[in-house]
């Protein structure tokens, strides 16, 4: 009897460790188990073709991440003239750990440096569930179903600006969260107009993110076929129309534009003469604080169109992965893995960065010690986010004519059906050179 009571106390014993092991090493960002791994000195390279300052990444990613592995180094090339990654892989330059935002994420597909990470974070215990599933989703279609080439450390989507000194000066309610894009065109139309001389533009919205983001997540390419849509989706003539084309007709808004190089207006009109009441731009915090002093300013969530209520921007996440050529992929997915614990992301996000966690509670903490603290900050996940669609490796290249024909649009100097058939003849043609050049 005594014997079997041990042993029923034993295993009571044993379960209970287990289910407090259990507990404490979950699965998924947020873990702080990390996995144990060789403590021999290693020198990882990160690559990167964002714009993202040297300071900015040693003060975000590296000296964090070398603090946590005293025993990983990281060296940081970023692009610029001679380290394209065309040049570095041609020159034998080994890549081990990458990041780039959505828009260049086909660089990893392009140069067939992606790796599969599926066994990676099996191995490192790392939940792809706990990120945002449209980010997820992405990162498997563009593997070309190969599996997954990397993971969302952080992100950002298009919200909306505004200046609210302009509003008061004139008497125009604020924007709110929920406007259409007909009220915004509405609100627009009021504050686009000339006082002391000085001539005050409603509204304009960044031509690449909204582009790359748009609300009815469409791609410049065909994924299947590299072709140019702009003249097989309906939808783009109303994303002209809405973006930029319905807020721009005013003859001074118009006179503003010949006088910037019949461009739209954009952050020096924001930031420096701070003539504009609206702006549509990324949810990027630190270059809303950076020159802005004295600007009275404040946020709200993207205006949706009637046909898509509570749908905002696609997500515009920058993920990180190892790479197929790096011999220490381990020492990469842990850094990858430190980048998405949920006590890095805490910090991160209450700086000012939106985590790409999918859990809410973090959301919340959204700016909690930043300059950004007393903003509207329920804007930035106030609709949903519109569904990430597969894109074509060459939808980058595609841009410049898709981005180039928005200030022709605005300007109204071309119909659109002749603007809409030029867009297509030289996003293809633009594609076509590409391949040329790679063969």
Known sequence: MV????????????????ACSAKQE??????????AASKEPVELVLYSTAATSEEEVKAKFIDPVEKQFPHIKIKYIKKGTGTNINELIAAGQTIDI??????????????????????????????????EPTMIDYAKAMSGGKGIYGIPVWSQN?????NKDIFDKFGVPYPKN????????????????SEGGK?????VGSPSHLLR????????????????????NEKWRQIYQTYFVNTSTDPGYQKVMEGIKNKLPYKDQWNKDRNLAMFAYLSDFEWATTGTDGLNWDIAALPTFKDAPSVGSQAYPFYWGVTAQSKYKDEGMQVIKFLTDKDYQTKQVKSGTMTSLKDDAIKKMLGQDSKVKDKNLSAVFFNKYAPMPTKSNYEGDAQKPYEDAIHEAA????????????IEENANKAVNDVKSKNK
């Open 98 to 131: 990458y990041y780039e935002s959505v828009n260049f994420f086909n660089t990893v597909t392009t140069y067939q440096i992606g790796y599969d990470m599926t066994d990676l974070l099996k191995k490192h215990n790392v939940d792809v569930n706990a990120f």
């Open 26 to 35: 979950q699965p998924g960002a947020g873990t702080a188990q990390l996995p």
């Open 213 to 232: 983001a748009n609300q009815y997540s469409l791609t410049m390419l065909d994924p299947k076929t590299d072709k140019a849509t702009i003249n097989a």
């Open 178 to 193: 929920g406007m259409t894009w007909d009220e915004l065109t509405d609100t627009a139309k009021k504050l686009t107009r």
């Open 3 to 18: 014997r079997k009571s041990l042993l029923v106390s034993s295993a009571v014993l044993i379960a209970l460790m287990s």
């Open 199 to 203: 001539q005050y533009l409603g509204f």
């Open 411 to 422: 300007l109204g100097a071309t119909d659109m059906n002749t603007l809409f058939r030029k």
């Open 158 to 162: 298009v919200i909306l600006f505004y």
